[in-house]
């Protein structure tokens, strides 16, 4: 990717994990990237990140970054984001939609305060929904018109894991929007895919190597695989022509417990 086609991307939820990993793979590869998260510290450290990352392995030229605080469950600003990525870059061309909560981990479904219900669902579910629908609403009216939305599913988009009722019930909500934006953004050249991801790497992830809960009670350690393996797959879905779709993508570590999960 030279300098004239310099593609930009939001990535939401880039101050960690999935979405550091992503923004810094994007950043390194010669995208421009805003980096969408609460913590602003955080975000000047992908960033940093990124340019380490290019100085060590230089692939392209190095894609510009822009980190702007924003909360995506405030309506207020996910327009303040788009606007940001509006006037420093022209257009807009992936939103990675990524920004999410586990919530509350170990809460009996019948205990489950309506709070942490209702935090769960503003930031999964209603966040992507206020991200997704700028993004389309640019996408549609920039020339040339078009662009992609990955949100970020989940393996219990497919398949639960015990109490774990809020981020399980958003995440299957994630692959109704994925499919409804997929196809009302079709006469516009915007194409929606999803990648559903399980145990990768990351700090949220952790406790999965020590002990995570099974469908039969007992707690036991899990395999994880390597982050930046789903960011690379991140970027060959967003990197298509947009007359070709990844749909679903599902990535996890191999040996994983979901085929046969419970």
């Not at 990525?85 to 939103?95: N, P, S, T």
């Not at 997704?132 to 018109?145: C, V």
Request: with cysteine.
């Amino acid at each position: 990717m030279n300098a004239n086609q310099t593609k930009i991307a939001i990535v939401t939820g880039a101050g960690s994990g999935i979405g550091r990993a992503v923004a810094v793979e994007l950043l390194r590869t010669g995208w421009s990237v805003a980096l969408a998260g609460r913590r602003a510290e955080r975000l000047e450290e992908t960033a940093s990140l990124a340019e380490a990352a290019h100085a060590k392995e230089p692939t392209a030229q190095a894609g510009a970054s822009l980190c702007v605080r924003a909360d995506v469950s405030r309506p207020d600003d996910v327009a303040a984001l788009f606007a940001a990525v509006r006037d420093r870059f022209g257009r807009l061309d992936l939103l990675f939609n990524n920004a999410g909560t586990f919530g509350p981990g170990g809460v009996p479904f019948e205990e489950l305060p309506y709070d942490a219900w209702r935090h769960v669902v503003d930031t999964n579910l209603n966040g992507a929904f206020l991200c997704a629908q700028a993004a389309y609403r640019q996408m549609k009216e920039q020339d040339p018109q078009g662009g992609r939305i990955i949100n970020n599913g989940s393996i219990s988009a497919h398949t639960p894991r015990p109490l774990s009722a809020p981020y399980t019930a958003t995440k299957h909500a994630l692959t109704g929007l994925t499919k409804s934006l997929s196809l009302d953004g079709r006469p516009y050249r915007i194409a929606c895919g999803q990648i559903d991801i399980g145990n990768a790497a990351t700090d949220m992830t952790e406790r999965m190597q020590t002990g995570a809960l099974q469908a039969n009670g007992e707690v036991a350690p899990e395999p994880v695989m390597d982050v930046a393996d789903v960011a690379r797959t991140v970027r060959h879905m967003a990197e298509l022509p947009l007359e070709a779709n990844v749909q679903f993508a599902t990535v996890l570590a191999t040996a994983m417990p979901f085929v046969g999960r419970g």
